[in-house]
């Protein structure tokens, strides 16, 4: 069982930048392909950007393309979104998730593939 710490949310003005941490405890995170996911008050879950265990493999939503970046360091069992150009759209909580996969080059935009996420991390962006 891995279990998921996110941080870095808060408030920013559109077109400022944030960058979020999901910090991973339990097994080895190696082997933890990671999403990233948010949802705003009256929406469903949306899928935000994800990320294989080797961090070859990354895929964003059609929403966030180009603003969005999604990274990874193994060594601190951490993974990043960094998060530029932001709009009011963007106001959501954000969850990371994480699903144990063999393969290197693994990764998913549904949540339901997902086995273990965080408690969420709030982003508001004002206009």
């Known amino acids: 069982q891995v279990h998921l710490v996110e941080s870095g949310g808060g408030l920013v003005q559109a077109g400022g930048s944030l960058r979020l941490s999901c910090v991973a405890s339990?097994?080895?995170?190696?082997?933890?392909?990671m999403g990233w996911f948010r949802q705003a008050p009256g929406k469903e879950r949306e899928f935000v950007a994800a990320i294989s265990w080797s961090g070859v493999s990354t895929y964003y939503g059609d929403s966030v393309k180009g603003r969005f970046t999604i990274s990874r360091d193994n060594a601190k069992n951490t993974v990043y979104l960094q998060m530029n150009s932001l709009k009011p759209e963007d106001t959501a909580v954000y969850y990371c998730?994480?699903?144990?996969?063999?393969?290197?080059?693994?990764?998913?935009?549904?949540?339901?593939?997902?086995?273990?996420w965080g408690q969420g991390t709030q982003v508001t962006v004002s206009s």
């Open positions: 339990g097994r080895t995170f190696s082997h933890y392909a």
């Open positions: 998730a994480a699903e144990w996969r063999y393969s290197s080059s693994w990764y998913s935009g549904q949540a339901n593939e997902y086995d273990y």
